[in-house]
């Protein structure tokens, strides 16, 4: 059974930093690509970044390009998400996700809310 467990969540001001983490279990990690996902309030689901087994590659949404990271540690069962320069727009439920540019299954997720 995939069970996917998001932490890093947040309260930070526009231009700061968070790194979320997402601790994955109950199936291989190091043979599924992986994604992170987020629902801003009253929107749909949003693919923002996926990166593949081996980390080798990632893809990003134009909307995090060049301020996101997405990275992983196959040793640890990791998914991680670095986010550099935040906007009030990235204020969201950030999950991650099974899968490339996949939404389900997802974890619980965790709060990301950007304000001054």
């Known amino acids: 059974q995939v069970q996917l467990v998001e932490s890093g969540g947040g309260l930070v001001q526009p231009g700061g930093s968070l790194r979320l983490a997402c601790a994955a279990s109950?199936?291989?990690?190091?043979?599924?690509?992986m994604s992170w996902v987020r629902q801003a309030p009253g929107k749909g689901l949003e693919w923002i970044s996926s990166?593949?087994?081996?980390?080798?590659?990632?893809e990003y949404a134009d909307s995090v390009k060049g301020r996101f990271t997405i990275s992983r540690d196959n040793a640890k069962n990791m998914l991680y998400l670095q986010m550099n320069s935040l906007k009030p727009e990235d204020t969201a439920l950030y999950h991650c996700?099974?899968?490339?540019?996949?939404?389900?299954?997802r974890g619980q997720g965790t709060q990301v809310t950007v304000s001054s």
């Open positions: 990166i593949t087994i081996g980390g080798s590659s990632m």
């Open positions: 109950g199936f291989t990690f190091n043979m599924y690509s």
């Open positions: 996700a099974h899968g490339w540019r996949s939404s389900t299954p």
